[in-house]
């Protein structure tokens, strides 16, 4: 047996140095996802967003922390654009558009959940490292509350912003139908975000999510209970191959299709409990076909949840297909066809999601 000569390459110092700073940045990027969560936490965005310019010790003092660590937040903060510094006044002011992207929950640019869900991620690492060697999965159950909570507050806005005044609008005769009165069930709900902002918009209609994580039922319910979504909201229990019910004349799946071991099987028993007439909307990751379509900073974020979140789910179940998050619009087609519908199509989108309409 040959051996492959390896052929050594000059480094260009410059090129060097180049990557080595460029790693430091990452490095503080990387660090910065828990101050931020800290920043959250402690309600440091929030006092600065009240106060305005403020002191260590000012926000120390609203917040009731520690100066020392709020000195140290500050300049971590200033030091990477999120809070500007005046050496003057010895100030330090949260800019209106940190503030709104990163206290106001209701805004589609709020991106606090996201920190928040890759703060979790990551403290779950050394589990994914482990599984990687054998194969194994790590199961969404298995994450801590910092995934499961930022994954709500990652999307919930979103939603809020496009899914009954864009998503629904985009799909043939949907809305309609919702006014006058249909059953639709919300696959892999959640926390039931959706399912509610849905409940909420269209009081003649009956929902019902479903998600296997029984702890994020219990939460749904909890949600629904405390919103304006009345008796036409149920929750259930149930993997996306064995909900029940129907026929739905409308099935919802939310940014968890590529997460499932069995998307082809899922597909299948939506296809089951749909109605001839029905639609199936699919909302998954924005992403191109090719791998090279999505060498850019969206994909670069997503292409991290799928290593470290959504393909460990995945390879956790039965079958582990591990679609992957940037599965592409190609793949999603090949899994709905498999599965016997017939029509699909790209129906609307954002710079973060595809939304696709499937009929029987």
Avoid at 47 to 76: F, K, V
Avoid at 88 to 97: K, V
Avoid at 140 to 161: I, L, S
Wanted: proline share 5%.
């Amino acid at each position: 047996m040959n051996t492959p000569t390896v052929v050594a390459s000059a480094v260009d110092p410059e090129k060097l140095m180049a990557f080595v700073f460029r790693a430091v940045e990452e490095a503080g990027a990387a660090l910065n996802c828990a101050l931020v969560v800290m920043g959250d936490r402690l309600g440091y965005y929030r006092a600065l967003t009240s106060l305005g310019p403020s002191t260590p010790s000012e926000l120390a003092e609203h917040t009731d922390t520690d100066e020392h660590y709020a000195r140290e937040w500050l300049n971590a903060q200033a030091a990477g654009s999120y809070v500007d510094y005046d050496p003057a006044t010895g100030r330090y002011h949260l800019p209106p558009e940190q503030a709104a992207a990163l206290t106001d929950e209701t805004s589609p640019a709020f991106v606090t959940g996201l920190f928040q869900i890759a703060h979790g991620t990551a403290r779950d690492a050394g589990d994914v490292m482990v599984a990687a060697a054998t194969g194994d999965g790590v199961g969404w159950g298995e994450h801590n509350h910092d995934v499961h909570e930022g994954c709500e507050r990652f999307f919930r806005p979103t939603y809020a912003a496009y899914l009954v005044n864009s998503w629904l609008p985009a799909l043939d005769g949907v809305v309609d139908k919702l006014n006058r009165g249909i059953f639709v069930a919300d696959v892999g709900c959640g926390h039931g975000a959706s399912t509610i902002l849905m409940a909420e918009a269209f009081g003649r209609s009956d929902f019902r999510g479903t998600d296997a994580h029984v702890e994020s039922i219990e939460t749904a319910r909890e949600r629904a209970a405390l919103s304006k979504a009345g008796a036409g909201i149920t929750f259930e229990s149930a993997a996306a191959d064995a909900f029940t019910g129907g026929p739905y004349d409308l099935i919802t799946m939310f940014d968890c299709l590529h997460d499932m071991g069995d998307p082809i099987g899922a597909a299948r028993h939506v296809r089951e409990m749909i109605a001839e007439d029905g639609t199936w909307m699919i909302v998954e990751p924005a992403a191109g076909d090719h791998v090279e379509d999505n060498f850019n900073p969206i994909g670069r974020a997503y292409y991290g949840f799928s290593t470290l979140l959504c393909t460990p789910s995945s390879l956790a179940q039965p079958v582990g297909l591990a679609l992957g998050t940037q599965a592409g619009p190609a793949r999603i087609r090949d899994v709905v066809t498999a599965a016997g519908f017939t029509r699909f199509r790209l129906a609307a989108q954002t710079p973060f999601n595809h939304v696709f309409e499937v009929r029987p």
